[in-house]
């Protein structure tokens, strides 16, 4: 029998090797030095960030090789292949006990757990009301950016009274009617006529304005239809330039397809939303203000989650997006509002907490947490957009949430109303009112790098172009290391014309880009649109160290 041992090994061989190997989830921890390039190097398939780790698929080749460069990763489940997995908060022992009857739990970071089924959808298995995030189904890795941003490098806004108007016009009368009005449809549980009509309702407010508006309609879970609502005001200078304000129209309670009044979850957060709507609709802007109400939220994410993945597959440039969830309650007469944030959304916090400081007075709290994943917000930071949540407590305290007593009675109308106005402010901030008297803003700012590498060094210079402004008697052009923080003025006298070379920058660094225009009377008008220059490869062979320019012409980087 001895000749036929070779032909069993191949058998066995061929048998082992034509199934294909377990892929694990893994948790990877953060703490290790240029951690995202490494995780970019490897090409894991990153699912999701949270504050101390990210969640991942690794097989047992790819984990020895992220252990060989010094990463703590540790097996959450040995074998991902065809299962979905969803986060979900289990605050209590009795919740705790309650989900484990239904799947697997895994304690994951402090509160979180990852939940999932043998077979089937792990959403359908969870009850209504636990708050749940599926995680992706396909890798975050290719919007994975470090953030460089240091710490008060903040845009500092310049009193606006353009924009102090807009926050004067704030009405607590009409965030209570439309916190009243959302409330009368007793339930806006999505997969109820309700929570449709509620839509509608939406809907018509803003074509009322005189907004572009209109349905997003998607699907989700076994088949369930339903709609976002999305409307735009053009911006004048860079419309493709885009900020949103956000809020989901959808409630929940113990009862929700009978009674979920959600006055604070999230009526005034969608109230917020068409608030600004009715003040900014007629009003120019530089870049295009994106007004969304999202459907299926108590789900899990849905709406957003439709709405950022089919805006990162179109190219769309978001600015950033400012989510208001649950902004009208308080159990303190000296509540702030809470910006929750990630670390690479940092500058948009800073910013806000500027921009009510300027406008409103709000006291605001930074909270740079990537685990609070529980909202709107998220699945725009999955897509590497810019965004933050918008709370009156991260830690929810409204003894009345998600129950039929959260109604129009028990809100803070003084608070809702600063709020409003911070997220207002910011909005118009963001978006750049058009203001009389100034030079227009110059559009189409865009970036060109030429890169020269020799055996010392490798330097590159970045030519800027823009199109000419009719009333202006010159430019400035700004540059700062960081995106959206700390510009410098780099031109002496105003330039001529709508070109400008920033010469013999070191290659591999990248740099941000925004110009202004210039009054014969010496008034400066709003930034541009930002653009980067990101760092250029280099080739030490022997055609670079012949001289040879290596070219990349770069559109405009980062969203």
Known sequence: MKPFRPLAILFFALFVFSFPRPVALVKIMKGTPGLIGLLKASQTEVLQELETCYLARADRDERSSLRKHGLSVS???????????????????????????LGRVLAVEG?????????????????????????????????????AYPPGAALRPAANDIIASFV?????????????SLQSFQTRYTSTVNCEGAGQFILDYFRSLGLEAGFQPFTFGAGTATRNVVADSRGRTDPDEVIIICAHYDSFSDM???LAPGADDDAS????VMEAGRILADQPHDFTIRFIAFSAEEWGLYGSQFYSEGARANGERIIGVLNLDMIAYTSDMSEDLDIVVNDFSRWLADRAELVAATYTGLPVRKVVDASFVYSDHSPFWDRGYSAFCGIEDADVSNPYYHTTADTVDTLNFDFFEDATGTALAALSDLAQPVRPGYPRTPAGLAAESETYVSVF?????????WQAVSDAAGYNVYRSDFSRAGFTKINGSPLSAGVFIDRALPADHPYFYVVTAVSSAGREGNFSREVESPPEPTRYDQTALGGEIFRAIRGWGRP
Do not use: C
């Not at 004067?168 to 009243?180: C, D, I, P, T, Y």
């Not at 957060?269 to 917020?272: D, I, L, R, W």
């Not at 060094?457 to 172009?465: D, E, F, G, P, Y």
């Open 269 to 272: 957060g969608v109230a917020a």
């Open 256 to 258: 929700p397809e009978v």
């Open 457 to 465: 060094q490798a330097i590159k210079n970045v030519r800027l172009t």
């Open 111 to 147: 509160s979180l757990h990852l939940f999932w089924t043998d077979g089937g959808d792990p959403m359908a298995a969870l009850p209504p009301g636990i708050e749940r995030k599926p995680l992706p189904r396909s890798t975050i890795l290719p919007f994975l950016r470090p953030s």
């Open 75 to 101: 097996v959450l489940d040995r074998d991902s292949r065809v299962k979905e997995y969803v986060l979900v908060r289990l605050s209590s022992p009795e919740r705790m006990r309650s989900v484990s009857r």
């Open 168 to 180: 004067g016009e704030v009405s607590q009368a009409n965030l209570r009617a439309s916190v009243q």
